[in-house]
């Protein structure tokens, strides 16, 4: 694979954009914009547009009277876009996993809220206050 960093959310999200299909830039810049919620310019999103063409990740096809670029990934683009939502998806899991804690009672994984409570000295926390209920009766 090609060594193309995927360095901005902008250049992420357009990955991402991408995947979903065929699109035209004016289509992606809008799209930038809607979800950043800030105007992007064409050096926010052609010069990598470029790059992944450059490198055979993506292509483009003429259509309509004014010769607009509409870009799609080739196979090689579409590997290499698994391959960085690989790479986001086991930076995201490394996050939720640092922020999952575990019932003292059933085990089961809670990522928010939960139910605390303290047990012979000791904070704990449950999934629900039946376990909690559960956990203290226990001998």
Excluded: W
């Excluded at 979800?35 to 010069?47: E, Q, R, T």
């Amino acid at each position: 694979m090609p060594d193309i960093k995927v360095n901005s959310l902008i250049k992420f999200y357009t990955l991402v954009l991408l995947n979903k299909g065929p699109t035209h830039g004016y289509e992606l810049l809008k799209e930038l914009e809607q979800h950043f919620g800030k105007h992007m310019s064409a050096a926010h999103v052609y010069p990598f547009l470029q790059l992944l063409e450059k490198n055979k990740l993506i292509a483009h096809k003429a259509q309509e009277a004014r010769d607009k670029k509409q870009y799609y990934l080739t196979a090689k683009g579409k590997q290499f876009t698994i391959e960085v939502l690989n790479k986001f998806n086991d930076v995201l899991n490394a996050y939720i996993e640092s922020k999952v804690k575990v019932c003292a009672h059933c085990k089961c994984e809670i990522y928010k809220g939960g139910f605390k409570k303290t047990v012979k000295g000791k904070n704990l926390i449950f999934c629900c206050p039946h376990c909690a209920k559960a956990y203290d009766m226990r001998k």
